[in-house]
């Protein structure tokens, strides 16, 4: 067994990733198959010679095993605290954004009290926010009053919580602020403090320099902090397949660990000392990009590879990078939780194994053509590593982001080099601009960075734009085609004559999801998809019928969910638009829709003034409607939509063919409704409207996080009603096709 850490360190990885994909119920179980498999094993002869099956069912046994432990050892005593007021004393040991108008600390505790409980668990990391910024500085302590609940998201999936967990942050907290609290200059400054303090006035610096979007983009480049992007930025770039360019990982690593080798040597500094040296400087970058386990990947292959050069060695790739996973993962047992790492891991291996392979058939290809080889050869260099990381993260993307993103072989041909060469530029923008006395070199710098980073805003906007740059998991035969790509792919690696059954595979997959588009089009046009997005808690509605799109409802922390469903299924037309509230901050996830979708007809109430984002982005809108107390409109012959409004709010009567759907966003009295009750066939509602008891003959549909749904199921004591929810699973689907013929689906994309 020629890479032992390489088959040690990924089977530690993919068996953690299970674990957080399933829960740590089937963790537990599972550990206990893995080390009868490992007993049996040993047992016989041949597989105990051969290692391989034993040490990988060990590895797995342990990986599940730790992972279960750690979660009935740290996560579950701290469910006691959720939903609990304390009087904590914390730490901040990152350093403090803004966003959405609230300011998150992050805290370690140091001391804790609960009324009625003599000795609470102490959760350690916290995210803690306010509403008002509190003047405090990295390591100094704030005491107060606050409000434990749990991250969003289920125990199992890649949800938020998981991902807090990845952070070793067991629980979030809200200040009570008006109670008084206290805040405490530093007391001690540890190594960290120092790097904090760095990468604080790298940000300041660029966002003095820059303005607001192109700073926010390079500042995800260099030091990995996305608090500056917009969500569409965001939704963007994962359309487009390039998301990976704002994490920071391998490409800004070998940046940093190349460039700055590189340099030592010009400048003739000793083999020994530019190594030791250049460890400095990325355990240096490191730290200042926050150790995220991403970063902490690279670095330790990069440390490997360092080590081997310092002691002339040859490094193996693949043994370095499973020595890098096995180190973070039996750290850290939510490591895998963390999507950032499981990307980066994923996209290492892909270019190890697949990267110059295509390459290298590309030349082949190409070997007749006289001029412009160096050109050609540094395009097909692009072209592979796109194509194999694509490959590799596939599966990923699929399962956490729901979306293929068919355009991303050209989105990072496109993006990938000014991308690599606005870092430099960036890193020196930063640190100059840092310094005073030196704040006038930095211009030029700061300059070219930011002309970059407008170019790659700019191309991933219009690339996302493209009619199905990204094809939606939700769409059932998705799944299914990555499926059967999976088998092709495995057959052609055992049977003969590879090359030409991996040129056949390719072939077919294409025509395969090409097939799999054309058909499900085609079956599903005399159905009409009535989609409940999963937005936590709140409300929106996507009804698509004979090619037209109505959105009912954005009233969600954000666009992000809304503006990626309709991506993800080519849609760039809105032909109807509501909000369900008239809160803030739906109307600006309105004007956000707005300017990323042609929106031929908006309702809004009457006699209101809207301003900023929503005013202009009115301009873009075919026919604006304004109501008073209710409003009627005709989508197609299929679909009809009556909107009422009230003291509390409105609620809409959606009727698709014979059916009639109510949605209810405000928490009205059922015995109130100026609709007959009787009529309605499904309820879709984020509140628990009072006399529930009426909801007997309903199907309810739930569009809440998961705590909200349990405090809700509760309270509305359904009976024999059939309740669904949203619930951090996945946005849940009614097809109308003919009649009353319902069909009830769970879809992806939570």
Known sequence: MSRPFALIGFVYLAVQAVSVYFGSGFALAASGGCLLLFLIAMLIPKLRTAKVIP???????????????????KIDPLKTLAEKDAYITGTLCELPYEDNGKFYYTLRVDTIAVDGMEQPHNPGKIIMTSRNGLDIEPYGTVSGKVHFYESFGSEDGFSMRQSDYSKRIHMRAYLYEYEGYSVLPTAQKPPYYYALSVRKAMMNALDRQLPKEEAGVMKAVLLGDKTGLTEEIKSDFRTAGTYHLLVVSGLHMTIIFQGL???????????????????LGVLGFMAVTGFTPSVMRSGIMSLLLLAALLFRRKADTLNSLGVAVLILCAVNPYAAADIGFLLSVVSVLSLVLFSGPIRRFFLQKTQRIQHGKRLLSGVFSSVSSSLAVMAGTLPIMLLVFDTVSVIA???????????????????????????????????PFALVGGLIAKYLVFAAHWLAKIPFAAISADYDFVRLWLAMTLLLFALAVFLAKRRLL??????????????????????????????VLDVQDGISVVVTSGGQTAVIGCHAYSDYATARYLKGHGIRTIDYLQPVSEEAKEYQNLSALNSAFHTENLLLPGGEYFAGDLEKSL???????????????????????????GAKGSYT????????ILILSSEYDLTELETDLGDIDLLITDTVPQNAARLQSFITVLSMEEQSMADSVQAMEPGNVQLYATAGRGHFHIDVEGGRNIVLRRGSGG
Not at 506 to 529: D, E
Not at 653 to 660: C, G
């Open 409 to 443: 072989p050209v989105s990072n041909l496109l993006m990938i080099f000014p991308s690599t060469l606005m870092l430099p530029f960036t890193g020196l923008a930063a640190l100059l601009e840092a310094v005073p006395s030196l704040s006038l070199a930095a211009k």
């Open 261 to 279: 080798l590189k340099f030592l040597r010009f400048c003739k500094v000793p083999h020994r000392v530019s190594c030791i040296v250049t460890a």
């Open 55 to 73: 040490i990988a069912c060990l590895t797995a046994a342990v990986a599940l095993g730790a992972y279960a432990g750690y979660h009935a050892w």
């Open 502 to 531: 991996v040129r056949t595979v390719l072939a077919l997959s294409s025509v395969l999801l090409l097939t799999g588009v054309l058909s499900y089009q085609l079956a599903n046009r005399s159905v009409t998809r009535v989609s």
């Open 653 to 660: 009567v959606l009727t698709v063919r014979d059916i009639r």
């Open 619 to 645: 301009e873009e809108v075919g026919k604006i409607s304004y109501y008073e107390k209710s409003a009627d409109t005709v989508l197609n012959e299929d679909v009809a939509i009556s909107l009422r409004a």
